[in-house]
């Protein structure tokens, strides 16, 4: 109906070991933030081609970009088109997998990357 998708960010990944940051806005959690209002906690450490399993059975999902420890992926709200940014990444050395979920526009997404994050945590068990 609507395509509210906005510009794909171009600096996503894992950059010495860390996703991006949260901007600050309330619409965007990831597990290494210290900021307890988008802090969630990591994904069990399992491997990324589960975590790509349990994303693609997922409605309006496109995988972008896939490594051996790195998984990033698009998805669409259904009614506007609003356009978030999800990454996972392996950290082998703390043993689980780092999550970030993020909408690329506005300020509010009323708990739905918390709630995608907590969702797909309950599917990897």
């Known amino acids: 109906m609507f395509n509210f998708s906005g510009k794909r960010p171009d600096d996503l990944g894992v950059n010495d070991g860390k996703l991006k940051s949260c901007p600050g806005t309330p619409n965007c959690v990831s597990s290494q933030s210290n900021n ?8 069990p450490a399992v491997p990324i081609s589960e975590i790509k399993k349990v994303v693609e059975s997922m409605e309006r999902t496109t995988i972008i970009t896939e490594t051996d420890n790195y998984l990033y992926a698009e998805f669409k709200s259904k009614l ?7 990454e996972f990444y392996l950290d082998k050395d703390a043993n689980v997998v780092h999550v970030r979920s993020a909408s ?8 739905v990357n ?3 994050v907590e969702e797909i945590r309950s599917k990897l068990k």
Do not use: H, I, Q
């Open 104 to 111: 690329r526009l506005g300020k509010s997404d009323l708990g």
């Open 80 to 86: 506007m088109g609003f356009v978030d940014d999800v």
């Open 36 to 43: 307890l209002t988008e802090k969630v906690e990591p994904l």
């Open 114 to 116: 918390r709630a995608r």
